[in-house]
């Protein structure tokens, strides 16, 4: 979770062959890492072709040393990725900003392969094990989590948010037809984001708890990245936003739920639901990137971009 608000009010940054080809193999990397991730999540007895499982993962000598190293690994994750999204760090690294984007990606990536490939299981109960036909329905949550966070990245923009348009200089949001224009007066909702205010975390949560089999070292894992996303919104990600964008953010945050999606609002236009929900004919963005017209013209110079912090935002 990028833990700051980032704004981006010029013109895509000079990129060439050697940023494109970097932002390329991180964002190959990251995909593959992905869907390790989410396969990580379910027990083998579903999907046993994936890399790393938390029931096959090695066992700790004992219960505390394997908690020890558990906690260690989510730390590792969870540090690095609050402290680079901070704007002052930022500045300090003085990275290209072709590259900034991508490198941020990158050490989260690294750091999500990191905690398969060392994760710890411990001597504990099980905390449950959901038998056939029941099991199903919970692979049935279990994917829909996985699909809305997936689809929920391209509500914000895909291609921004791991680093593709930058290292490449191409507003590829725009270039596949998914750019959306600023209304009246700069702030648009669309898509999951008309439905709850964090899609992306709705997803994540749906997915660590999802499984028909959690093990106490599964548990210990979902509840720690859990209690962070929330205290990461709560305490960095909405102060932030409400003290950039003001009180059109908090009038938004007043009238969605955080993260169970509602039908209060029609997901094509943002608007009420009461009151119809059609197809809009001009597209529109996201409100975890609340935009405001700042009359540059061209590319992301259009408009300025905030940055939500969530997940690799």
């Known amino acids: 979770m990028e833990n700051t608000v980032h704004k981006t009010d010029s013109p895509l940054p000079t990129a060439n062959a050697f940023t494109a080809i970097v932002s390329t193999v991180i964002y190959l990397y990251m995909f593959v890492i992905f869907l390790c991730y989410w396969g990580f999540l379910l027990p083998s007895t579903i999907l046993p072709i994936a890399p790393y499982k938390f029931e096959t993962s090695r066992v700790a000598d004992d219960t505390g040393t394997g908690i020890l190293i558990d906690v260690a690994l989510l730390l590792a994750f969870i540090i690095p990725h609050s402290i680079l999204a ?100 700069g702030f648009v909702v669309r898509w999951h984001y008309a439905l709850c205010a964090h899609p992306i975390m709705t997803g994540m949560m749906i997915g660590l708890f999802a499984t028909p089999t959690m093990t106490a070292s599964h548990l210990l894992f979902s509840v720690v990245n859990t209690a962070w996303m929330v205290g990461a919104i709560k305490h960095l990600e909405e102060p932030q936003l409400t003290d950039l964008i003001g009180e059109r953010y908090s009038e938004y945050l007043a009238t969605v739920p955080r993260y169970v999606p509602s039908g209060s609002r029609c997901p094509f236009t943002g608007g009420n639901a009461s009151g119809g929900c059609s197809f809009s004919s001009r597209p529109h963005r996201t409100d975890a990137i609340p935009l405001a017209s700042n009359g540059s013209g061209g590319g992301y110079g259009t408009v300025k971009k905030y940055e939500s912090p969530v997940l690799l935002e």
């Open 86 to 185: 901070r704007t002052e760090v930022k500045a300090m690294m003085n990275l290209s900003p072709a590259l900034e984007r991508p490198f941020f990606v990158l050490q989260t990536t690294i750091f999500m392969h990191l905690q398969m490939q060392f994760w710890q299981e411990f001597d504990a109960p099980l905390i449950w094990n959901v038998q056939e036909p029941y099991s199903w329905a919970i692979l049935a949550l279990f994917l829909f989590g996985f699909l809305f966070l997936f689809t929920a990245t391209f509500a914000l923009d895909h291609f921004w948010l791991f680093g593709l348009s930058q290292g490449y200089g191409i507003d590829f949001n725009k270039a596949f037809g998914l750019a959306a224009t600023d209304d009246a007066d």
